[in-house]
């Protein structure tokens, strides 16, 4: 069975300064793993996904995110807030091996303030 | 990338009332479609699974003659809340798959805001 662990349900941070989001995944399988932000009333983006390709991964916006095997972790960074990152962020963890139209399993969410 | 597009993006209906929310793959074809439900300020949950032309699987709580699944086209799936009570009000999010490796992809509609008055 598939779980995802979002260590903390809000972070403030100031501008400028880094962003840490905590993600720990519970997987059978080598796992494929997403990080998306949905703002207010809004749909869901995309920022990065990992697939068994390079364990740090860039995305959108200046995040990125680092697969650890040996930690189950897959943590979402970014160097410096901007006052527009501010939204909820949903680290979701899905299985590319099983191949079809297989759902995704979705953190709790952590809350991201941004103050200036 | 591709594209998914959900309409309405926000309704409001009265208790008793029945509403239609619509999710269109715009340039893919979709052979599996997901529901999601969000509640304020918690995560997203999967309520139900439908592939082309078959009958959509529920997850265990959610009623399935209330929120009533259709995908009967590869690009185009509809979900339909039943006589809908305000204790139905949420944020609906539709995602689209395509099968086989592609399915990491996750290709989420832009959510219906739903009010039940």
């Known amino acids: 069975a598939q779980s995802v662990t979002q260590l903390d349900s809000h972070v403030s941070v100031s501008e400028g300064t880094p962003v840490l989001l905590r993600c720990n995944y519970s997987?059978?399988?080598?796992?494929?793993l997403f990080w998306y932000v949905q703002h207010p009333n809004k749909g869901l983006q995309l920022l990065l996904k990992?697939?068994?390709?390079?364990?740090l991964v860039k995305g959108i916006n200046g995040f990125e995110a680092e697969f650890k095997k040996s930690e189950t972790s897959f943590h979402l960074t970014k160097p410096s807030a901007h006052m527009s990152d501010a939204a909820e962020y949903f680290c979701?963890?899905?299985?590319?091996?099983?191949?079809?139209?297989?759902?995704?399993?979705f953190g709790k969410g952590t809350r991201l303030s941004v103050i200036a | 990338g591709a594209v998914v597009s959900q309409h309405p993006s926000w309704v409001i209906c009265k208790s008793g009332t029945s509403v239609k929310i619509e999710c269109r793959s715009l340039?893919?074809?979709?052979?599996?479609m997901f529901w999601y439900r969000q509640f304020p300020k918690q995560s997203l949950m999967l309520m139900a699974t439908?592939?082309?032309?078959?009958?959509?699987?529920?997850e265990q709580g959610v009623e399935k003659d209330k929120f009533l699944i259709n995908h009967a086209s590869l690009t185009l799936s509809t979900l339909t809340v039943t006589s809908a009570h305000p204790e139905d009000s949420s944020f609906y999010i539709c995602?689209?798959?395509?099968?086989?490796?592609?399915?990491?992809?996750?290709?989420f509609g832009q959510g219906t805001r739903l009010t039940v008055v």
């Open positions: 979701v963890v899905s299985l590319p091996l099983l191949g079809g139209n297989t759902p995704l399993v």
């Open positions: 997987s059978s399988y080598s796992p494929s």
């Open positions: 990992y697939t068994s390709a390079a364990t």
């Open positions: 340039d893919f074809q979709a052979t599996t």
């Open positions: 439908s592939n082309e032309g078959s009958k959509a699987t529920y």
């Open positions: 995602r689209a798959g395509t099968g086989g490796r592609l399915n990491t992809e996750a290709f």
